[in-house]
């Protein structure tokens, strides 16, 4: 019922943020019961695959929303595809092209880079920017290294004002390699893809949208060295699988379930509510915070020696859970049998 008293406009954001935090839940709980293979790297894996889709769909002009959004400021506004009859896309015949080389011998003018020479030349006839490739690759590297440096500075300055309002302790420095995870991770996303898409662009003359899948994997491989976040990488997974599946519904090949939203919103906060009670540690730490504020912190004082010992779970994981003690009345005392009272004893 909650989902159908959010705004219209917040439900899908809201849908793919539960299904977030219900799919990690899900495979904590299944990985702890052994039920899913140990994947070497598969988190760092999955991470390569979503940021190339990403910047595949970017580069084909179809990414929008937040994700257009983010991608626009990490790669810039140039290496969007143009829509195929415009011209660019279009290589002259044989017999144009000899005729513009003699035409450039006649003015004095230089002939284009060759494809194969240095990064340093001026840029390639069928590279989008301006300027040469080292310095377009260099400018990305730089804007998105600063880019991430403020934002994690922003962050961490938040966070400690927070802390000093709320403890009265001053934060402790943040140490110098902190500040910069965030922007050399940004960094080397945007000046990698952007060197090996030219590079790319260079060894085949033309530009293709597919150039984004191997230049977004190889920036995302090196980038995800200096910042990872598997909450992020989830996030972004099912973004995109949402503006996938969007993209397939609007071209008809994908159905469009009536209520498909608010049931997988409603499927999603039932798990990780029933993950809260039968196994609380496997939740994100931050989402088990936010259970404690929501219901006054009443959601981890709960009999959980009882719930651990009948249902079968291992709930005592969290410290938190371990130090509380239920408190019993007279009803609860005589409504209960003797050998559960001799259980709850040895349990408490």
């Known amino acids: 019922m909650a989902i159908f008293l959010e705004r219209e406009d917040r439900r899908n954001a809201l849908t793919v943020y539960m299904t977030n935090v219900a799919s990690e839940t899900l495979f904590n709980i299944l990985k702890a019961r052994g039920l899913v293979p140990h994947v070497p790297h598969g988190e760092r894996l999955l991470a390569i695959a979503t940021l190339a889709t990403i910047f595949y769909m970017y580069k084909q002009g179809k990414c929008e929303g937040l994700l257009g959004t983010l991608t626009k400021a990490l790669l810039g506004t140039a290496e969007v595809c143009p829509p195929p009859g415009n011209g660019r896309d279009q290589e002259p015949s044989a017999g144009a092209r000899l005729v513009q ?7 004095g003018a230089r002939p284009p880079p060759s494809p194969r020479r240095p990064l340093t030349v001026a840029r390639h006839p069928c ?31 938040a966070g400690g004002l927070l802390r000093l309002a709320t403890t009265g302790r001053p934060p402790a420095p943040p140490a110098a390699a902190a500040l910069l995870r965030l922007g050399l991770g940004l960094g080397s996303l945007s000046g990698l893809f952007r060197l090996v898409s030219c590079l790319l662009r260079r060894q085949r003359g033309r530009d293709d949208a597919w150039h984004a899948l191997p230049a977004g994997a190889v920036a995302a491989a ?9 909450s992020l990488t989830l996030y972004l997974f099912w973004k995109t699988v949402e503006a996938c599946y969007w993209r397939g519904a609007a071209s008809g090949r994908l159905p469009r379930p009536p209520g498909g939203g608010a049931l997988l919103y409603a499927l999603s906060t039932g798990l990780v509510l029933s993950a809260a009670v039968l196994e609380p540690h496997q939740i994100r730490r931050s989402y088990w915070t936010f259970l404690r504020q929501l219901t006054g912190g009443h959601v981890a004082q709960m009999n959980w020696p009882l719930i651990a010992h009948c249902c079968g779970a291992d709930t005592l994981r969290l410290e938190e859970l371990r130090r509380y003690r239920p408190v019993f009345n007279a009803d609860d005392v005589r409504a209960a049998s003797l050998p559960l009272l001799r259980q709850l004893g040895q349990l408490l």
């Open 127 to 157: 590279c989008p920017h301006a300027g040469g490739c080292a310095r377009y690759a260099a400018a990305g590297l730089c804007e998105s290294l600063l880019l991430g440096v403020a934002l994690q500075t922003g962050v961490t300055a």
């Open 101 to 107: 080389y003699v035409v450039r011998l006649v003015r």
């Open 222 to 230: 090196v980038g995800l060295r200096f910042f990872s976040s598997r």
